[in-house]
């Protein structure tokens, strides 16, 4: 078995594989307050409720954006995991080029949803995660990482939204009845959720222009199920798409007489 844990900015993602697929997947809030310590406890709490020893990882693969975190969460498997995590950084195998002006400026969750898009549907794609930021991002038919764009985030632009303004109140996100809201809530919830349906749709366009006519739209992250219900341009929703990458990056970076043996 294979523990993924991906740090985000907001949230961290967590699966156990076990060969044939996730058996277990969860989201925590990401806290750089909370020590290793903390982490830790949390960790095995998880993987004791699923049933998951420590003895039956063969290995744990963590990719961070979030620096702060990277450290107490590698001390955390250390100490309560018992496995010195693979960490995506910059001289990693990839099964990738990347084609950017600054390689080690990609965040590692950007790179494990390439290696996770070639290895599974192949290129042209366009991989368009919604997180804290809302990232697209560019595979060639090759399956080389070209480059993407970054836009902040529904929860970010809500909050900014509410914060700047003396009289719109804060709202929850989500699909409102119509794209014309008949109050102020169902207002900013229809310019946040179409506006940003819009946004997808004409980043796509503009992407499908550069890679091809082919290109496939794979939508991850929280919400992608929702975005996908709203266009047809997206063709796949996978959630765990960035932990399907950690997988494929630590099976490339396993040494071969272990991977042998593992069969």
């Not at 192949?122 to 595979?139: H, K, L, Q, S």
């Amino acid at each position: 078995m294979l523990l993924a844990i991906d740090i985000g900015n907001t949230n961290i993602t967590l699966g156990v594989h076990d060969g044939q697929g996730w058996r277990h997947h969860w989201r925590i809030a990401t806290a750089a307050e909370r020590m290793p310590d903390e982490y830790g406890l949390q960790l095995r709490g998880l993987l004791d409720w699923a049933g998951v020893r420590p003895e039956d990882l063969e290995g744990v693969s963590l990719a961070s954006v979030v620096p702060p975190v990277t450290a107490k969460m590698m001390q955390a498997v250390q100490r309560y995991v018992g496995h010195t995590p693979f960490v995506v950084r910059a001289g990693v195998r990839t099964g990738i080029r990347i084609r950017y002006e600054e390689p080690k400026a990609v965040g590692a969750d950007r790179i494990a949803d390439a290696v996770a898009v070639k290895q599974q549907y192949g290129g042209p794609a366009c991989v368009v995660d919604f997180g804290t930021a809302i990232t697209f991002d560019a595979i060639t038919a090759e399956g080389d990482y070209l480059g993407g764009a970054i836009t902040p985030g529904l929860e970010v632009a809500a909050e900014a939204l509410f914060r700047r303004t003396a009289k719109l109140p804060k709202v929850e996100v989500r699909q409102p009845p119509s794209v014309v809201g008949r109050n102020t809530v169902q207002a900013i919830q229809a310019g946040l959720f179409y506006g940003y349906v819009a946004l997808v749709e004409g980043m796509v366009a503009r992407f499908r222009r550069l890679l091809g006519p082919e290109m496939k739209v794979i939508a991850t992250g929280g919400y992608a199920a929702r975005f996908a219900e709203a266009t047809p341009v997206i063709d796949i929703v996978n959630p765990w798409l960035t932990l399907d990458g950690l997988r494929w990056l630590w099976l490339l970076n396993r040494p071969k007489n272990e991977a042998q043996s593992a069969g």
